[in-house]
């Protein structure tokens, strides 16, 4: 089965970004932060997921992240931010995965851009194959909260 991999490297208010690879293509990544894998308001553990083509009531056709430990409907689809709610940042997660090819500022917020057409491309890459979600923190992630 194909695997995929998320890296994580930075994890903040304004969310955790990392880096998709597959295929020998990159993505970048941007999920909420970690908060103790809380529904809603944190992105998921490290480990090893499976993933399959699924067709959301609010997002369409996607891929949705399967087994995650106390979690549900954890989709891959585009969005710009990531932000802790509670702290009053803008979020479009609600403990999904975004992927995007840029990062920068917006609305006074780190986010991620290029999303849509990152999806896009993403899931043209799959071609609606299950695969494996394999997410890791990198040595030199750490939270900057």
Known sequence: MLRVYLIRYID???G??????IEGETFLSLELPWRDNLSSYSCIPTGIYLCKWWKSPSKGFCYRVYDVPGRDYILIHSATFAGDRKKGLLSDLRGCIALGKSRGTYKGQRGIFISRPSIIRFNSILNKQDFLLEITNAGNYSSTS
């Not at 955790?16 to 690879?21: D, L, P, Q």
């Open 16 to 21: 955790s970004e990392g880096i998709v690879t």
């Open 12 to 14: 903040s208010n304004a």
